[in-house]
């Protein structure tokens, strides 16, 4: 199957991009492979979700870094500056990835005025250095969508591929 870059304006280096973070790169072959349907589901939960921040799961298989199923979740937060996967929700789509023969991959959550960058509370709430951390940035007309690794608070910008 076909694939191309996901929508962003800076190259995808794998390298750590700048604020004050030590340098780091991304688990050696480290790319977020996302199927349309997902990124779909992704990006329209972000945009109903206006003006709050909104989130959700990724699901899919952890030795190909595909994610092949997205379950947007509520934001127990309910605020424009954070956000808070709603337990219940969290719980509903692991037990739903589990009996499809997933696993959840990553989260994701909107950005509503800034950068798909990760904020400090972001690296902070990002405890599982396996799980992919995807940004929806909705600060312009069109969603900028980029994915991350964080390790032991270093972040690090992973490619994505839409298939």
Known sequence: ????????????TGRLLGRGH?????PSGSML????????????????????EACGLLAGSPAEERASRCYPTANAAKSARIYEVEPRDYLRADRDAEARGLELIGVFHSHTHTDAYPSPTDVAQAPDPA???ILVSL???????????IIDGKI????????
């Open 156 to 163: 690090a910008e992973e490619p994505v591929v839409l298939e």
């Open 131 to 133: 799980w992919h951390y």
């Open 139 to 149: 600060r312009d007309i069109a969603p900028v969508v980029r994915s991350y690794r």
């Open 33 to 52: 492979h996302l199927s349309g349907p997902a990124y779909l589901q992704m990006v329209g939960h972000c945009l109903d979700g206006l003006p709050l």
């Open 22 to 26: 030590e340098q780091t790169t991304v």
């Open 1 to 12: 199957m076909a694939s191309f870059p996901i929508l962003g304006d800076r190259s995808r």
